[in-house]
């Protein structure tokens, strides 16, 4: 595997605060939530990973483990059987299936599909949309950066980006609670790792770090979710850490280039795209990070699109539906379609919280939902 020096990146200080009966309060039930009130995610996708990993992955062995999920059973052969792979005679077969697609198309169905099923149970539905395409477009951009830094394993790379995330989902759960009256959290608690100390008494990195090690994920995982936000931290994985929390802040970028426009305030666009470029550095160094940047910004044009026709699929919208909202957003903000929703700039916390987490009866089947997503991942 390349290796090579880090460049130092700037860090904020740790918060020292004492923590508050709130705080505390808050902070216990969301590791009841971790332990005890998580819906069961997919074991299934989870040893699919360690199956296909590696230099000999085993997809005799992969049929099998699908074989006895009926739910990724019919995905897979629909997937197989729909003109995306344009093939000439059905498919009928797990195995047969297995073959065609490959180890990294089943991996990547088999792990998007999940994650994206696991959001779709618990958050609220007006959040479903801005976790998914940043979480998707995070992966896709990882493991186009892994590739240009020739890291010996990118699926790894399109896994840790799209799980990065993950630790936000029992911070919705806990808001959404039926027992939740407290007052909500700071309008800029997502994905603020100090802001959500200050308020939960944790944060989504530690969160989704005890969520990866229930589920016996591999510690470069592990390392992702604790550390995106603070990759110099990172213990197992630096490069694996260094690409997620790049590609990570390559997005903020682009979520507040258009806050800043409608604040009239450039601080913090400036203050993201200063890290973004520290990461860079020192992930690439700082003679080849431009090139490496502008084939970033190329990549994003290309699946930014992919991710909103993935949103549309996960809910379960029709096409007039998606094309009106199109329509209406292009009329809105000329620029709205070339960025991605800002991350945590939901109109209100407090809107998000009073609504329902989406229930399964009322969700599309699985395969049309996550249609339109896996196109980018089949292209």
């Known amino acids: 595997m390349k290796q090579g020096p880090f460049m130092p990146i700037q860090t904020q200080p740790p918060l020292h605060s004492q923590a508050t009966l709130p705080q505390i309060a808050r902070e216990q039930r969301l590791q009841v939530i971790v332990r005890k009130g998580l819906p069961p995610f997919r074991q299934t996708s989870l040893e699919l990973t360690k199956v296909l990993g590696g230099d000999s992955p085993d997809l005799k062995k992969a049929g099998k483990l699908i074989s006895t999920d009926p739910t990724l059973s019919s995905q897979v052969l629909r997937m197989c059987n729909s003109p995306l792979l344009g093939l000439h005679s059905r498919v009928?077969?797990?195995?047969?299936?297995?073959?065609l697609l490959g180890p990294e198309r089943l991996r990547n169905l088999a792990l998007t599909s999940s994650v994206a099923d696991f959001a779709c149970r618990i958050l609220p539905e007006s959040q479903i949309d801005l976790f998914w395409e940043h979480s998707f477009l995070t992966a896709m951009l990882s493991q186009h950066l892994a590739e240009r830094w020739q890291y010996f394993e990118k699926y790894q790379a399109y896994i840790a980006g799209l799980l990065h995330d993950i630790g936000q989902i029992p911070e919705w759960m806990l808001l959404t609670e039926d027992a939740w009256t407290g007052e909500g959290p700071p309008a800029n608690w997502m994905d603020n790792p100090s802001v959500e100390q200050e308020f939960f008494g944790t944060d989504h990195c530690k969160l989704g770090e005890n969520m990866a090690r229930s589920w016996g994920l591999m510690p470069s995982f592990l390392d992702v979710l604790e550390n995106h936000h603070t990759p110099e931290l990172a213990q197992r994985d630096s490069v694996l850490v260094r690409v997620v929390a790049t590609a990570d802040s390559f997005l903020d970028t682009k979520s507040e280039a258009v806050d800043a426009a409608e604040r009239d305030d450039a601080r913090r666009l400036a203050q993201h795209r200063e890290r973004l470029g520290q990461l860079g550095q020192g992930l690439f160094g700082e003679g080849k990070?431009?090139?490496?940047?502008?084939?970033?910004e190329r990549e994003y044009a290309r699946v930014l699109p992919m991710a909103k026709a993935g949103i549309n699929g996960l809910m379960g919208r029709s096409t007039s539906e998606s094309t009106t909202e199109a329509d209406r957003s292009q009329t809105e903000s000329s620029s709205s379609m070339?960025?991605?929703?800002?991350?945590?700039?939901s109109n209100s916390t407090q809107d998000a919280m009073r609504?329902?987490?989406?229930?399964?009866?009322?969700?599309?089947?699985?395969?049309?939902r996550m249609k339109n997503a896996l196109k980018s991942i089949f292209s």
């Open 289 to 296: 990070w431009p090139q490496v940047a502008s084939g970033l």
């Open 355 to 368: 609504a329902q987490p989406r229930t399964a009866k009322t969700e599309a089947s699985p395969f049309a």
């Open 92 to 99: 009928i077969s797990i195995d047969h299936a297995a073959t």
């Open 338 to 345: 070339q960025q991605p929703p800002t991350k945590g700039a």
